[in-house]
C-alpha cells in the first residue's frame, strides 16, 4: 500500500508540474503581465519598467526554470500584486476555500444520499420521479444563475441571509448550497442506482426472510455496500470543490482560493497561477488516493485484489 | 421554457417584494458610506499603483501639492498656497503650515522634497517614477514652508502632474534606516487626505473615517466602507438589501432597470474617456495602400454614424466627438474640421479617390465589441470590406509595436488629467501609437510641452488638432459615459472630469 501511495504521490507531482508548463507557456502567450499590471491606459514607460522589475523581459525558458528552481527549494516565487510570497498568500486564502468546500460537501450529502436512498426504496414512485427531476435541474442550472437566484430570494427578497463576505457562518450557507448542489445529481444518482442493486442480492432477502425492515435493513445491510462507490465520487467532487470555487467565490465575494486563482488569471498574476494550478492539481490526485485507500479499507475485496 | 418561465417569475417576484420592503436606510442612519469596487484593492499607496479604482481611493486618503478644478481644469492651491517659476526649470513652492500626516505629525518641506527625490530615485521602482523622472532633477527645501524644484527641462504639465500624481509622504518612509521597503504605505497608510485608514482587508475591505486633523474643508459622511465584490450581479444585490450604498462602471441596461425602481439612483456623468479609430496613413503596413489617402481617410470619417455610436452603444452622457480629444481637455479646440456622417460623401471620396470598389481593410479592436461591430458595419456600408480582428489589448499592442495594425478601434482615459497633452503626445509624437507618420505634427505636439505659457500651449494644440482634422488621421468616435447606481440617500456630484470623488458626497 505505500508504494501505491508514493506511486500516487509521485504521479501527483508529474500532474502539477505539466500543467504547471503549460498554465506557464499560455499564459504568456495569451497575454502581457506587464501590461496587465499597468492597466489599459499606462504609459509605456510604466510597463516597460514593471517588465524590467518583474523580469518579464527575460525568456520564457529561463524564466520557468527559475520559477521550477525556487519551487524545489519551496519558493514559489512573489505575486507581482500583492508583493508578498504566495505560498504566504495561498495558506492565508485557504481557510475560506476548505470551509466552503466541507460545507458544499455536507450540504451534497445532505441533500443526495437521502433523497437517492428514497428513490431507491421507492423505485418509479413520484418520489424516485421527484429525486430524478431534482437532480436532473441541479444538473442543468449553471452555478452563477443559481447564485444570484438564491442570492435574490433569500437575501434580498427574504433577507434571511447576508448577500456577500466572509465573516461569519451565516455568509457560507448560500455558497455551500450554490457549490454542493452542482454535485447532488452525480451522488444522488449513484446512490439510487447502488441501493437498488443491492437491495436485489440474496444478503438482503436472507436478511428481509431474518424479518430485518426499513430503516434497520438499510442501515446495518444495504447501505455500506450501496455506498462504496458514492464515497469514491464524493472524495473526487471535493478536490473539484476546490477548484471549481472559483465562480461560486466571487459571486458571494468569499476571498478564497477560488476568487484568487480567477483574479491572478485576469490580471496575469503567473508566480499565484502557478502555485494554485500546483495546488490544486495535487488536492485533486490526493482526493482520489483517499477514495482509493477508503474503498479498500471499507471493502476488503479491493484489498486482496 | 418552464425554466425560463420560473426564472422570470423569480425575478419579478424579487423585484415586487424589494419594492414592497422599500429601499435600505443601512447607510445614512450610521453615517457610513458603503461602496463597492469589483476591483480588488490591494495596496493602499497610490506612489505604488496605477488603476483607477486607486485614484479614487488616494483622493480620500491623500492630498497633494495641488488640486485641479474639474469645472474649469484649472490648478488650486491644496498643500502648497502658491508657486513661482523663477526661471522655466525652478520652480518654488510654497507651502501651508497647518497639514497633518494622520498619525497627528506636522507635515514638513522635508517631507515633500523627500517624497519627489524618492519617486525619481529609480531605486524606488515607484508606478509614479515614469511621470516624475520626464521633468524632475531634483527638489531641495530652502525655507521653513518652501520646497525648490529643479526641472531638468520645460515641463509645462509639472503642476498637473504635482496635483494628480505624487501623494506626500513623511522623510524616511520607503527607506528608513536605510533599509528600503516599497510597500511601507501599502498596508497601513499614513497620509494627509479627509480620511484616514481605519482597517484594512487586502481585497476584501477597506475602512475610512473621516480625519479631523484634515487641513481642508470637512467631508460630510464620516465613514466610508469600501467593498471588494467582484461580481457586478452581487453588487447590484447588495445595492438592492442596502448592503452598499454605491457602485460604479455599471452597464447601461442594469443601470437604467434599477435605477428606474425606488431602490436606487441612476447617475450619468462624462468620463474623459473618449473612442476613436486610428489609420495607417503613414503606410507603415502597406506603403501605398488606400489609406495613405487623404480622401479615403475622410471617406471613413464621414462614413461612421458616431451620435448614434454615443447613444445607443455608449449611451449616459456619451456624445459624438469630432477632435482627437475630449472636448473637456485643456487646448481641446472644438473649431477644428467635422465630418457629419454622410454615407454618400463617403462613398463619392472613395471613388474620387479611385476606390469606387471599395478595398479590404483589417479593423483590429480589443475592447466594446458592439462599439467595433458597429464601425464595421458603417464601413462596410460604403463599401470597405471589413475584416474585423478582435484580440486582447496585449495583442493588439504588440502587433501595433511592429506595425502590423492598418487600422484600429482605440479608446483612451488620459489617466483623469483633462489637459491635451495627456492624450496628444502618446498618440501624435515618438510612440508606436503615432500611425500618422506625419514628423510636423509630431514637432507641434511636442513643442507644446516645451513652453510653459498657457495661451502659446492653446496655440499649438490647435494647430495640431486642425491638423489632425484636416487630414483625417483619426475618425473620433464618441466619449464614453460614467454610470452610476447609488442609494436613493445620497448625494453625489459627479464632475466634468469624470473622476468619482467619494469626498464630496452627503446624505439628502
Same mark, same amino acid.
Given at each position: 500500500m505505500l508504494r501505491y501511495i508514493a506511486m500516487r504521490g509521485l504521479l501527483a507531482l508529474l500532474v502539477a508540474f505539466t500543467v504547471s508548463l503549460a498554465t506557464f507557456f499560455l499564459l504568456?502567450?495569451?497575454?502581457? /503581465? +506587464?501590461?496587465?499590471?499597468?492597466?489599459?491606459?499606462?504609459?509605456?514607460?510604466? #510597463?516597460?519598467?514593471? !517588465? $524590467? !522589475?518583474?523580469?518579464?523581459?527575460?525568456?520564457? /525558458?529561463? !524564466?520557468? $526554470?527559475?520559477?521550477?528552481?525556487?519551487v524545489v527549494t519551496g519558493d514559489f516565487g512573489e505575486s507581482y500584486y500583492w508583493h508578498k510570497p504566495v505560498a504566504a498568500l495561498v495558506a492565508d486564502r +485557504?481557510?475560506?476555500?476548505?470551509?466552503?468546500?466541507l460545507s458544499a460537501l455536507a450540504v451534497t450529502i445532505l441533500i443526495a444520499i437521502p433523497l437517492g436512498a428514497l428513490a431507491a426504496l421507492n423505485p418509479n414512485s413520484w418520489i424516485d420521479r421527484f429525486a430524478l427531476g431534482v437532480a436532473v435541474s441541479a444538473q442543468a442550472v449553471p452555478n452563477f444563475w443559481l447564485g444570484l437566484i438564491v442570492i435574490i430570494l433569500f437575501a434580498v427578497t427574504i433577507p434571511i441571509f447576508p448577500v456577500s463576505g466572509d465573516d461569519s457562518w451565516r455568509h457560507y450557507v448560500l455558497p455551500a448550497f450554490v457549490l454542493g448542489a452542482s454535485s447532488v445529481p452525480a451522488v444522488m444518482r449513484l446512490t439510487r442506482t447502488g441501493l437498488i442493486e443491492v437491495m436485489g442480492a440474496d444478503y438482503i432477502r436472507t436478511a428481509r426472510a431474518k424479518g430485518f425492515r426499513g430503516w434497520q435493513l438499510l442501515h446495518r445491510h444495504a447501505l455500506r455496500n450501496a455506498l462504496l462507490p458514492v464515497i469514491s465520487v464524493l472524495a473526487v467532487q471535493l478536490g473539484q470543490k476546490f477548484g471549481g470555487s472559483v465562480i461560486?467565490?466571487?459571486?458571494?465575494?468569499?476571498?478564497?482560493?477560488g476568487r484568487?486563482?480567477?483574479?491572478?488569471?485576469?490580471?496575469?498574476?503567473? /508566480?499565484?497561477?502557478?502555485?494554485?494550478?500546483?495546488?490544486? +492539481?495535487? #488536492?485533486?490526485?490526493?482526493?482520489?488516493?483517499?477514495?482509493?485507500i477508503l474503498n479498500a479499507a471499507l471493502d476488503p475485496r479491493i484489498r486482496i485484489g | 421554457m418552464q425554466q425560463l418561465r420560473m426564472r422570470d417569475l423569480c425575478a419579478a417576484s424579487a423585484i415586487v417584494l424589494a419594492v414592497a420592503i422599500g429601499p435600505a436606510q443601512a447607510g445614512k442612519n450610521d453615517?457610513?458610506?458603503?461602496?463597492?469596487?469589483?476591483?480588488?484593492?490591494?495596496?493602499?499607496?497610490?506612489?505604488?499603483?496605477?488603476?483607477?479604482?486607486y485614484i479614487i481611493l488616494a483622493q480620500l486618503t491623500d492630498a497633494t501639492l495641488f488640486n485641479i478644478d474639474p469645472d474649469t481644469a484649472e490648478i488650486e492651491p491644496s498643500v502648497a498656497t502658491s508657486y513661482e517659476f523663477i526661471d522655466d526649470t525652478t520652480l518654488d513652492v510654497t507651502l501651508r503650515d497647518d497639514v497633518r500626516f494622520h498619525d497627528g505629525s506636522k507635515l514638513t518641506p522635508e517631507d515633500v522634497a523627500y517624497t519627489y527625490n524618492w519617486i525619481n530615485n529609480p531605486q524606488s521602482e515607484s508606478n509614479a517614477s515614469g511621470v516624475v523622472e520626464r521633468w524632475l532633477d531634483h527638489a531641495e527645501v530652502t525655507g521653513p514652508n518652501t520646497v525648490r524644484f529643479h526641472l531638468t527641462s520645460v515641463y509645462p504639465l509639472v503642476l498637473r502632474d504635482m496635483g494628480a500624481r505624487i501623494m506626500l509622504r513623511k522623510a524616511g518612509t520607503y527607506d528608513a534606516g536605510g533599509t528600503v521597503d516599497r510597500d511601507a504605505m501599502a498596508n497601513r497608510l499614513i497620509g494627509t487626505g479627509p480620511y484616514k485608514v481605519v482597517s484594512f482587508e487586502p481585497g476584501t475591505e477597506l475602512v475610512l473615517e473621516r480625519f479631523d486633523g484634515y487641513f481642508g474643508e470637512k467631508p460630510a459622511i464620516s465613514k466610508i466602507v469600501v467593498r471588494n465584490i467582484p461580481d457586478i450581479g452581487t453588487q447590484q444585490a447588495e445595492l438592492m438589501s442596502g448592503g452598499v450604498d454605491w457602485m460604479f462602471k455599471v452597464p447601461l441596461d442594469l443601470a437604467e432597470s434599477l435605477g428606474a425602481t425606488p431602490m436606487a439612483e441612476h447617475l450619468s456623468g462624462p468620463d474623459l474617456r473618449i473612442g476613436f479609430l486610428v489609420l495607417d496613413a503613414a503606410g507603415y503596413t502597406d506603403k501605398d495602400g488606400p489609406l495613405t489617402n487623404v480622401l479615403v481617410r475622410r471617406a471613413i470619417n464621414h462614413a461612421l454614424n458616431t451620435p448614434e455610436m454615443a447613444k445607443f452603444l455608449v449611451g449616459g452622457s456619451a456624445e459624438a466627438i469630432h477632435t482627437a480629444c475630449h472636448p473637456a481637455q485643456f487646448g481641446c479646440d472644438q473649431s477644428v474640421t467635422a465630418y457629419q456622417y454622410d454615407p454618400e460623401k463617403a462613398r463619392a471620396?472613395?471613388?474620387?479617390?479611385?476606390y469606387e470598389e471599395g478595398f479590404p481593410l483589417e479593423l483590429w479592436a480589443y475592447r466594446d465589441k458592439a462599439a467595433a461591430e458597429a464601425i464595421a458595419a458603417d464601413l462596410e456600408a460604403v463599401g470597405i470590406d471589413v475584416d474585423l480582428r478582435y484580440v486582447k489589448l496585449e495583442s493588439l499592442n504588440q502587433a501595433r509595436a511592429k506595425h502590423e495594425i492598418p487600422a484600429y478601434f482605440g479608446t483612451w482615459g488620459s489617466g483623469g488629467t483633462a489637459d491635451t497633452a495627456a492624450i496628444a503626445r502618446i498618440h501624435f509624437a515618438d510612440t508606436d501609437r503615432n500611425l500618422s507618420g506625419d514628423a510636423e505634427l509630431e514637432e507641434m505636439v511636442l513643442a507644446a510641452e516645451r513652453t510653459n505659457d498657457p495661451e502659446e500651449r492653446k496655440k499649438l494644440y490647435s494647430e495640431a488638432l486642425g491638423r489632425i482634422a484636416d487630414q483625417a488621421y483619426w475618425a473620433p468616435l464618441f466619449s464614453y459615459s460614467a454610470n452610476y447606481l447609488v442609494s436613493p440617500d445620497l448625494n453625489f456630484p459627479l464632475d466634468p472630469d469624470g473622476l468619482p470623488r467619494l469626498q464630496n458626497s452627503s446624505w439628502k
Open positions: 504568456n502567450v495569451a497575454t502581457d /503581465p +506587464a501590461q496587465a499590471i499597468a492597466g489599459e491606459d499606462a504609459p509605456p514607460e510604466v #510597463v516597460e519598467s514593471i !517588465r $524590467a !522589475r518583474y523580469g518579464l523581459d527575460r525568456p520564457l /525558458p529561463v !524564466r520557468y $526554470a527559475d520559477w521550477l528552481g525556487g +485557504a481557510d475560506e476555500t476548505i470551509t466552503l468546500a461560486t467565490e466571487s459571486i458571494f465575494a468569499i476571498n478564497g482560493l484568487l486563482a480567477l483574479e491572478s488569471i485576469l490580471g496575469a498574476d503567473i /508566480p499565484t497561477v502557478q502555485m494554485l494550478i500546483f495546488v490544486f +492539481a495535487i #488536492v485533486f490526485v490526493a482526493m482520489n488516493l483517499l477514495a482509493d | 453615517d457610513t458610506l458603503r461602496v463597492a469596487m469589483a476591483e480588488e484593492i490591494l495596496n493602499l499607496d497610490y506612489n505604488y499603483t496605477t488603476k483607477r479604482e471620396l472613395l471613388a474620387e479617390a479611385g
